[in-house]
């Protein structure tokens, strides 16, 4: 099998994986064995990748709110008093940690983003017909643009 081929049969694979595909399906999908698809994974760390796509900064936050209620919710249905016992100090722990990442992204945060993606597009390109050197163009005019937008909205 081709060198380029093989590339196009992993990328494909790591994106049903992304989407929370198990491992014989993906294999089965693309035409690879399963110990083939569990390289690839433990290789290119793609546990870590779906990890870091699933777990977003909302969701993150709604969370240590979540916490937040039910830790609330204990010491107000409870007599308990060591439960009021470092309450504050756990709530102003989550309360730290929420405020934390309730932060949006900065205009360098958007900036090293579309550095990246436009490293991975380069890359992709060598084997993916679909991305012309017209289409990253198109994409670089739009980036510039958001970002001078989010730039003007700071100052």
């Known amino acids: 099998m081709a060198k380029k081929d093989l590339e196009q049969k992993k990328e494909i694979a790591r994106l049903y994986f992304l989407k929370g595909e198990n491992q014989k399906a ?12 569990a390289r690839w994974i433990t290789d290119g760390k793609w546990i870590e990748r779906r990890a870091a796509e699933n777990i977003t900064r909302p969701e993150l936050v709604n969370k240590a709110l979540l916490a937040i ?13 060591a439960l009021l016992n470092g309450l504050g ?12 990442l309730d ?4 205009v ?3 900036i090293e983003v579309f550095v990246g ?5 380069s890359n992709r390109s060598d084997f993916d017909a679909e991305i012309t050197p017209e289409l990253e163009s ?18």
Request: hydrophobic letters at 35%.
């Open 108 to 110: 360098v945060d958007v």
């Open 89 to 100: 100090d756990r709530l102003s722990k989550i309360a730290t940690m929420i405020s934390k």
């Open 69 to 81: 209620d039910r830790i609330l919710t204990k010491v107000s249905e409870s007599n308990d008093d």
């Open 103 to 106: 932060k949006k992204a900065s």
């Open 138 to 155: 198109l994409i670089n005019k739009y980036q510039d643009l958001y970002i001078g937008d989010c730039f003007n909205k700071k100052q």
């Open 26 to 37: 993906i294999a089965e999908k693309v035409g690879v064995n399963r110990a083939t698809i």
């Open 117 to 121: 993606f436009g490293k991975w597009l």
